[in-house]
Nanobody, 129 residues
Framework: QVQLAESGGGLVQAGGSLRLSCAAS????????MGWFRQAPGKEREFVSVISWSGGRTYYTNAVKGRFTISRDNAKNTVYLQMNSLKPEDTAVYYCAASTMSTYESGSAPANAYEYNYWGQGTQVTVSS
């Protein structure tokens, strides 16, 4: 079992920044690709970003490219999402997820929710205009 706990959400004005953290506990953190998803009210959960288990590969949805940066510290069992130039449309609950099915060290990025088998509880990000 892997337990994931997100933190760092909050209320920010448009153009501002937030840094989300996701701390993992339980089974070893290494070997998993780690992703971030988000879900806005009335919308389906959508993929945001993923990072390979080594941290050497990353992938982003087009809506956040150039604004968000995913990173991980395997020694701390933590993955981060630095969000800059935030927009009101970034408002959502943000979830981190771990995939034991894909290390993402090669091949295509795991960008679908069904490719992840552990999920955090989510953290709210609200961007005011």
């Amino acid at each position: 079992q892997v337990q994931l706990a997100e933190s760092g959400g909050g209320l920010v004005q448009a153009g501002g920044s937030l840094r989300l953290s996701c701390a993992a506990s339980g089974r070893t953190f290494s070997g998993y690709s780690m992703g971030w998803f988000r879900q806005a009210p009335g919308k389906e959960r959508e993929f945001v970003s993923v990072i390979s288990w080594s941290g050497g590969r990353t992938y982003y949805t087009n809506a956040v490219k150039g604004r968000f940066t995913i990173s991980r510290d395997n020694a701390k069992n933590t993955v981060y999402l630095q969000m800059n130039s935030l927009k009101p449309e970034d408002t959502a609950v943000y979830y981190c997820a771990a995939s034991t099915m894909s290390t993402y060290e090669s091949g295509s990025a795991p960008a679908n929710a069904y490719e992840y088998n552990y999920w955090g509880q989510g953290t709210q990000v609200t961007v005011s205009s």
